[in-house]
């Protein structure tokens, strides 16, 4: 039995008479688990991202939580090494499942953050099931199993889709109470379940009067993080600034929730393409970084006096130039670095007020350029 079928099985059970089994079953002692060959966990992006998780993104209406995860769902899908500040980890499909936009809203969206077309990206807009009279309800155990089947039809298809993004989840959801603990408690259970079999489910969801996420607070429990969007206390909006926002990691499994709240901007780049722009001060960017922009504006200096200037040791200045050309963002000897155009277009992706874009700037599929 496949996984997906499985899985069926699994939505099946829980809807209706659970079968008998022995819990005894799944029960091990320590010994067994620490022996047992489970890999470790994979990420997507950076350590916070696991490639199957379940997490959610939250911010008031119009704040712009559906660009940002527009924005990341091509990211992943082109298969970029970086997203903002964050290492992304490998190319992935995905499908985007669109409660409340109209295709027309949708195809401008995408078009205008994607710099080529993406054959694995998936969009499910919602236009044509409201004129049909058949909306999505993520409630309902009979649209689970549908839902089940057309990823089953996928994975047949040689086109699973690893992550699974939801916008939003009060028009994905009908006839039933946000606030209600039990109601959430099953919707919860069927997006658990997909995590369990290998899926990166993201949720969008909108901010109450609080602040907090709409809603039955048991939503967040099972979660792997939270991202949650707010908009700044204080805005310096120029004309060429698009939406402005900050962003904050409100709950990371394992870690707790990150202190640094991240400011991006959403603008087109020199080439028309829209970009999320990160603003944030140079210690909240990795340092091999903050070492390319030393390397950039002051050129070459002995380890010593680049790791004094910079608050960084003498070994991880050595360590950080390594990787540097690892990645290809500086050639030629160690003594004299030259930057190559995927580092000018790192440079600019995150000090876009301090470098210009380069003029010219290949786009290519490798897991080593870091953009």
């Given amino acids: 039995m496949d996984a997906l079928h499985e899985l069926q099985q699994l939505a099946d059970n829980s809807n209706g008479q659970r079968e008998k089994r022995p819990l005894s079953g799944y029960v091990m002692s ?98 044509k099931l409201f004129r049909d009279g058949t909306p999505i309800c ?13 990823l089953e039809e996928f994975e047949a298809a040689g086109n699973r889709p690893q992550v699974l993004i939801f916008d939003n989840l009060s028009t994905l959801r009908r006839n039933v109470s946000e606030n209600d603990n039990d109601e959430t408690r099953f919707l919860n259970d069927w997006f658990i379940s997909l995590r369990s079999f290998g899926y990166s489910v993201i949720v969008v969801h909108h901010a109450g009067k609080s602040g907090q996420q709409r809603g039955a607070s048991i939503i967040e429990v099972p979660m ?37 709240t991240l400011t991006l901007s959403l ?52 360590n950080y130039m390594y990787k540097l050309f690892e990645e290809r963002v500086i050639e030629g000897h160690t003594k004299n670095p030259k930057i190559t155009s995927a580092g000018l277009y790192l440079l600019y ?16 599929h490798e897991e080593n350029v870091p953009f």
């Fill in 30 to 127: 320590q010994a067994d688990l620490a022996s047992a060959d489970i890999p470790p966990r994979e990420f997507l992006l950076a350590k916070w991202l696991p490639l199957d998780s379940y997490g959610m993104v939250f911010a008031a209406r119009g704040v712009g939580k559906s660009w940002f995860c527009m924005a990341l769902a091509v990211a992943i899908a082109e298969g970029r090494q970086r997203f903002l500040s964050w290492e992304m980890h490998g190319q992935h499909n995905v499908l985007y499942i669109d409660g409340e936009m109209t295709t027309a809203d949708l195809k401008e969206r995408f078009s205008d953050l994607c710099r080529e077309p993406l054959h694995n990206l998936f969009i499910m807009p919602s236009e």
């Fill in 138 to 150: 993520l409630d309902e155990p009979e649209e689970q199993k549908q839902f089940e089947k057309m």
């Fill in 224 to 260: 792997d993080y939270v991202v949650k969007l707010t908009r700044p206390d204080k805005v310096k909006t120029t004309q060429s600034q698009g939406a402005v926002f900050d962003l904050e990691l409100d709950k990371i499994r394992g870690l707790g929730p990150a202190t640094d």
């Fill in 267 to 318: 603008r087109p780049d020199g080439d028309g393409i829209t970009k999320l722009f990160f603003e944030a001060n140079d210690d909240a960017i990795e340092p091999r970084y903050r070492l390319l922009k030393y390397l950039a504006q002051k050129g070459r200096h002995a380890y010593r006096k680049m790791g004094d200037d910079l608050s960084i040791g003498t070994g991880s200045i050595s």
């Fill in 349 to 364: 992706d995150f000090w876009p007020d301090e470098f210009d874009q380069p003029q010219e700037f290949d786009f290519v």
